[in-house]
T-cell receptor, first 109, second 115 residues
Framework: GQNIDQPTEMTATEGAIVQINCTYQ??????LFWYQQHAGEAPTFLSY????GLEEKGRFSSFLSRSKGYSYLLLKELQMKDSASYLC??????????FGPGTRLSVLP | ETGVTQSPTHLIKTRGQQVTLRCSSQ?????VSWYQQALGQGPQFIFQ???????GRGNFPPRFSGLQFPNYSSELNVNALELDDSALYLC??????????????FGPGTRLTVL
């Protein structure tokens, strides 16, 4: 079966660091993606991991451990505009994506 | 470079009706995937089209069908609409087989309300 788990909601303070975890069990693995989705808008691509380790892109970093079926998205120097849902998605084979339920992050002043 | 576009933006239908949603893929992309996203949930994969052929399908009934055209644009058709079909329908395009880093780029979505 296909299963991706993420916390439903998280709250953090402006300027802080937050880590959003994702665990997955899928029939295949061909890459893990993180998307940001503001309310009422389409998801936008944030990061991609296919090998174990950390990928850094500015204030955002994403980590992958394939043996543990685990990833996290790290957001540094949080800004109010980072308040959004963060979606973890696994490409299980070919180009078929399985999305998690999303983590709604609220950044407070 | 033109991004992914979808039409219409919003749509209201009644139970039992049929609806067609449209998507134009990003320039250079030959693969289109459709997703249904209920409020507060992640997108659920409906199906994918690659070079005009269905290339994978999620757990959706046959009344959800699709097409892809030679220019790689796509349609999603839903027959016999049910109240639970009310959702945001997202189209995403990608370029196949050019390396694992290819990702899906989403259109703005069509908000369907079934009354």
């Amino acid at each position: 079966g296909q299963n991706i788990d993420q916390p439903t909601e998280m709250t953090a303070t402006e300027g802080a660091i937050v880590q959003i975890n994702c665990t997955y069990q899928t029939s295949g693995f061909n890459g893990l993606f993180w998307y940001q989705q503001h309310a009422g808008e389409a998801p936008t691509f944030l990061s991609y991991n296919v090998l174990d380790g950390l990928e850094e892109k500015g204030r955002f970093s994403s980590f992958l451990s394939r043996s543990k079926g685990y990833s996290y998205l790290l957001l540094k120097e949080l800004q109010m505009k980072d308040s959004a849902s963060y979606l973890c998605a696994v490409r299980d084979y070919g180009q078929n994506f399985v999305f998690g339920p999303g983590t709604r992050l609220s950044v407070l002043p | 470079e033109t991004g992914v576009t979808q039409s219409p933006t919003h749509l209201i239908k009644t139970r039992g009706q049929q609806v067609t949603l449209r998507c134009s893929s990003q320039s250079g992309h030959n693969t289109v995937s459709w997703y249904q996203q209920a409020l507060g949930q992640g997108p659920q994969f409906i199906f994918q089209y690659y070079r005009e052929e269905e290339n994978g399908r999620g757990n959706f009934p046959p009344r959800f069908s699709g097409l892809q055209f030679p220019n790689y644009s796509s349609e999603l058709n839903v027959n016999a609409l049910e109240l639970d079909d009310s959702a945001l329908y997202l189209c995403a395009s990608s370029q196949d087989g050019q390396g694992q880093q290819d990702t899906q780029y989403f259109g703005p979505g069509t908000r369907l309300t079934v009354l």
